[in-house]
């Protein structure tokens, strides 16, 4: 999909993007200073995230739906129109809610109080994904104005320059699976979702590496599947020790579930490391070809030096199936040999590895200790994986017309978002595109769930009128 040779933002000028930007972060503060935290303490407050949104849009002349099927966790949608001459609409994907932030950790600046200070808006979410719910609002809003402007109604009327509709769907609960979110719009309210393409987060964040910039899009995602391990001992007294301690056979299939598995390149893992590769001088080249080679302990020799520890780990979580033990129970006091514990595993799989594939390599790491395990599965999700469809094409000419030197690849993400339900349940092909220039050496990833969350001033300056010209180009 080609860009227009006048990039829709310029026809804002400067002031107006200064004034966007001022309005930008105030929103982010605003929804920053709201602790919707997952799972809800106190309760309400993604409601009163989805309210405040609510009457940002409607101060915009819109009339957004806030939804909350479950008491207190609410959702916002709003549908702006196009002409209807352009196919289906292009969803702005976001969730409201945030995991727990405690200022007694380590926070700079407390979690919730929104501080701008050094030239970042710091707080829960500022990183995941309150900046992105502030960037897709925005556009909104500027496309009402543009719809005001020319004496149009645009909470009813067709947005002028517009012939696609543009969702803007803000969602409770990503942070537990989305059953009162994403998950229940997509039962019950499926025309708040159906697009032809979605924006979502998790990509478009630049990344440096030997002094290029890269910005992964997220084209696909790992599943998970979790397995809670009921393993059998037999009951004793503490003074005489047993083999069969259930305790110590759990300690030892933690020790072997833990352990990495082998290296396998799937279909986008593939393309993100060419696309790198092509853009890296000789020598960090010359690594990546190695990680995409077939010697596994050449390869995480490569990682260790190519990659700082934060994108080394994230790498090595992409190139195969893994297993992190996440619960273990066992015992019931001091003198008396547990005969039964039980272990919980999180697994996360790569595109192509089934449910039935995992279960297979989790009974082959606990070897002879299978015969004391006894698997109980207990949630799964697929893998997903996007077609590289005209949309794609769209977010990688647009970062580059706004950062010439920037280089768009392709990534998978090793967690699960909202997206998981976009698309193995209505199709959606969906993109992890939160762009964002970021200052050389800021860990943002490390930040994710962390303490000190915060998003550069400038870097959201650099997002939004990228988001806009994706948003305007892809439905005119
Ligand atoms: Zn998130």
């Given amino acids: 999909m080609p860009l227009p040779a006048g990039l829709p933002s310029g026809a804002l000028g400067g002031a107006a993007w200064d004034t966007a930007h001022a309005e930008l972060v105030e929103l982010l503060r605003a929804i920053i200073r709201i602790p919707s935290v997952n799972p809800p303490d106190p309760p309400g407050q993604e409601l009163v995230v989805a309210e405040h ?21 609410g959702s916002v949608v709003l549908r702006l129109h196009g002409d209807g001459s352009g196919g ?5 994907l976001s969730h409201l809610d945030v995991v727990p932030a405690n200022a007694a950790d380590g926070w700079t600046h407390g979690p919730f109080d929104a501080d701008v200070a050094d030239g970042y808006v710091w707080g829960r979410g500022a990183v995941d994904m309150k900046q992105m719910v502030a960037l897709e609002a925005m556009v909104v809003r500027l496309l009402a104005r543009r719809a005001r402007a ?17 969702l803007f769907a803000c969602t409770a609960d990503e942070e537990a699976g989305g059953i009162h979110g994403v998950d229940w719009l997509a039962t019950h309210r499926p025309e708040t979702l159906q697009a032809a393409g ?39 007294h503490g003074s005489m020790p047993r083999e069969d301690n259930a305790l110590v056979l759990a300690a030892e299939a933690v020790r072997r579930l833990a352990s990495p598995g082998e290296p396998r390149i799937t279909a986008p893992m593939r393309e993100f490391l060419a696309g790198i590769r092509a853009a890296l001088p000789p ?8 990680i995409e080679g077939d010697d596994p302990r050449r390869s995480e020799a490569a990682i260790r030096t190519l990659c700082d520890p934060v994108a080394a780990r994230a790498l090595r979580a992409l190139l195969r199936d893994t ?12 003198n008396v040999i547990p005969g039964e514990a039980t272990l919980m595993i999180d697994c ?33 999700r697929s893998p997903v994986e996007n077609d590289r469809a005209d949309l794609y094409e769209l977010l990688a000419a647009t970062l580059r017309a706004h950062d010439p030197d920037g280089i768009p690849v392709p990534v998978m993400t090793p967690f699960a ?14 993109y992890g595109f939160t762009p964002l220039r970021l200052e050389p050496g800021e860990p943002f990833l490390a930040r994710y769930h962390g303490v000190d969350e915060r998003v550069g001033l400038d870097a959201l300056r650099f997002g939004l009128p990228v988001l806009y010209d994706v948003v305007a180009t892809y439905c005119a």
């Fill in 53 to 73: 949104l609510a009457s940002v849009f409607r101060g915009e002349g819109l009339e957004p739906e806030v939804l909350d099927p479950t008491p207190g966790r």
């Fill in 88 to 92: 289906e609409p292009l969803l702005l």
């Fill in 150 to 166: 020319a004496g149009v109604d645009p909470a009813r009327d067709a947005i002028p320059g517009l012939r696609r509709d543009v």
């Fill in 198 to 236: 979605a924006l979502n987060e998790a990509g478009g964040v630049s990344v440096e590496l030997a002094g290029r910039r890269f910005y992964p899009i997220q084209v696909a995602e790992k599943g998970f599947e979790v397995f809670r391990i009921h393993v059998k001992g037999t009951w004793g």
């Fill in 283 to 290: 020598e960090q080249a010359a690594l990546v070809e190695v």
């Fill in 323 to 334: 297993i992190s033990p996440s619960v273990l129970n066992a015992g019931v006091k001091y």
């Fill in 348 to 380: 996360r799989t790569l595109p192509g590895t089934t449910p039935d594939d995992m279960r297979e390599e989790v009974l082959a790491r606990l070897g002879d200790l299978a015969p004391h395990c006894t698997l109980e599965h207990v949630i799964g």
């Fill in 417 to 430: 978002t909202d997206a998981k339900t976009t698309m193995l349940r209505l199709g959606v092909p969906t």
